[in-house]
């Protein structure tokens, strides 16, 4: 127990447990700045401007491996377009030397396609709600014990939808900057042209040295990427580029 006394009022006593939550209260608003501190991750925290044309190209590799893959939440799972007279069912490339394969819909080719499954340890599968078709599929998957969602097909509609318009948004605001991307690369929202826009907004302006983030299957050669990388850089149009696809 301590005592404090202030002047005009009676004495206050504090017992260990009063003392030990007032500490508590006063370290809580700094480990919740520790929680909001930026990540030490990215080409922003690691100067991007102080690296060399080598640093830069493994921070862009760590871009392509980290920052543009998706989460794997089910690694043991398959996908099934299930169809009125066949399903095609596809499964990790690892898993199979042919990873698709077509089944018909008759009750002995669904469990041959179950058992198939189960070789190449599946666990999870997703597939269509198409008419009434899938119905079979599900309930032979279930009866062996697979996990199995249902998937709508117009909400994958909606999301397709949603990420071309995105895209389509990006394309945009880099023609709005003379920056002819599409021009040498099929596709911008791809591993080499997420990686160029990545550095495009963490400030990087030089074509050169935007041009060797792409990897070597990329048709064009960097001097063509560089000269289509050569834009009138305006930021408001930039900033676009930060909304990538869903």
């Known amino acids: ?17 009063d003392k030990e939550s007032m500490k508590l209260r006063k370290e809580q608003p700094q480990q919740k700045q520790k929680k909001n501190a930026p990540s030490a991750r990215g080409p922003e925290s690691a100067g991007w401007h102080q690296m060399n044309r080598k640093q830069r190209r493994e921070m862009a590799r760590k871009i392509q491996a980290e920052d543009l893959s998706l989460e794997v939440v089910h690694p043991h799972a398959a996908g099934i377009d299930i169809g009125n007279e066949s399903h095609y069912v596809a499964v990790p490339s690892t898993r199979d030397e042919q990873p698709v394969r077509r089944f018909g819909c008759t009750t002995a080719e669904l469990k041959a396609m179950a058992a198939w499954l189960k070789q190449c340890g599946i666990r999870t599968v997703a597939l269509q709600s198409t008419g009434v078709y899938w119905i079979p599929v599900y309930d032979i998957l279930e009866a062996v014990g697979s996990e199995v969602y249902l998937v709508n097909a117009r909400q994958r509609q909606d999301l397709v939808q949603s990420a071309v318009r995105h895209i389509q948004r990006m394309q945009k605001a ?9 021009n040498v690369l099929s596709d911008i929202s791809g591993k080499s042209g997420q990686a160029i826009i990545h550095a ?19 048709k064009a050669s960097e001097e063509e990427i560089a000269r289509s990388l ?4 305006v930021e408001n149009p930039a900033y676009s580029c930060r909304v990538t696809p869903v």
């Open 1 to 17: 127990m301590c005592e404090v006394s202030l002047p005009g009022s009676s004495q206050i006593e504090f017992s260990n447990e």
């Open 174 to 182: 880099l023609t709005q900057m003379n920056i002819q991307l599409a």
């Open 200 to 218: 495009i907004l963490q400030g990087e302006r030089d074509p050169y040295e935007l041009a060797a983030l792409c990897n070597n299957n990329v």
């Open 230 to 233: 050569e834009g009138n850089w």
